[in-house]
C-alpha cells in the first residue's frame, strides 16, 4: 500500500514539473525578439544616437543607471527587486539612478527592443551595460544579472555589454526599428 503512494505521489510530482517546464517555454520571451539591438549596437553611430535620446530628459550621464519603462508592462513589477538591489548597490559606488517612460522617448523607443531595460554608464559618460535585468521566467532572484552589470562598473572599460540574446520576462516594444 505506501509503495503504490509514493508511486502516486513521485507520478503526480513528475506530472506538475512538466507541466510547469511548458509553462515557463510558453511565458519565456526573447529581450530583442527582431535581433534590432543586435544589429543597432553594430552601427558606429549607436552610442551617439543613445546618448543623444537620453540628454533630452538627463543632460549628465556620468555615474548614471537609467531605467527603462514602459508602464504597461506586469514584467516590470517582476524585475523591482532587481531594479533596487542594482540601484542600491551601484548608489555604494557613487551611481546615481533615474527612471525612464520608454513611451515619452520615441527616439530612444527605437533603440530599446524590450522592457524592462537597464542602462548604465561610467563616470566618462560612456556605456557599460544595455539590457534586462535578469533572465528566465519570473525574473527570479537566482537568475538576476545585477552582479555581472556590479563587476562590469568596477571594471576596466573595454567597451559596452550589450545584453540582447536572452529570454525572461519582457514586454516587446512596438516602436523599436525592425530590420
Not at 123 to 135: F, N, R, T, V, W
Not at 158 to 177: H, P, R, S, T
Request: glycine content about 6%; some cysteine.
Amino acid at each position: 500500500m505506501k509503495l503504490g503512494l509514493w508511486f502516486g505521489l513521485a507520478l503526480w510530482l513528475t506530472a506538475v514539473f512538466a507541466l510547469l517546464k511548458i509553462a515557463e517555454a510558453a511565458k519565456l520571451s526573447p529581450f530583442d525578439p527582431t535581433q534590432s539591438l543586435i544589429m543597432q549596437s553594430m552601427e558606429l553611430n549607436f552610442e551617439p544616437r543613445l546618448g543623444a535620446a537620453l540628454k533630452t530628459v538627463e543632460a549628465d550621464l556620468a555615474n548614471k543607471v537609467i531605467h527603462i519603462r514602459s508602464g504597461e508592462c506586469v514584467c516590470e513589477s517582476l524585475a523591482e527587486k532587481h531594479s533596487s538591489e542594482l540601484s542600491n548597490n551601484l548608489a555604494k559606488l557613487g551611481f546615481k539612478s533615474e527612471a525612464i517612460n520608454l513611451d515619452a522617448l520615441p527616439e530612444l523607443a527605437k533603440l530599446i527592443p524590450s522592457t524592462p531595460a537597464v542602462l548604465v554608464f561610467n563616470h566618462e559618460q560612456k556605456l557599460l551595460y544595455l539590457g534586462p535585468y535578469s533572465e528566465g521566467l519570473g525574473c527570479f532572484t537566482n537568475s538576476s544579472l545585477s552582479q555581472k552589470i556590479i563587476k562590469l562598473s568596477q571594471s576596466r572599460y573595454f567597451g559596452a555589454q550589450i545584453n540582447a540574446d536572452v529570454e525572461g520576462c519582457y514586454c516587446a516594444n512596438k516602436l523599436a526599428v525592425t530590420r
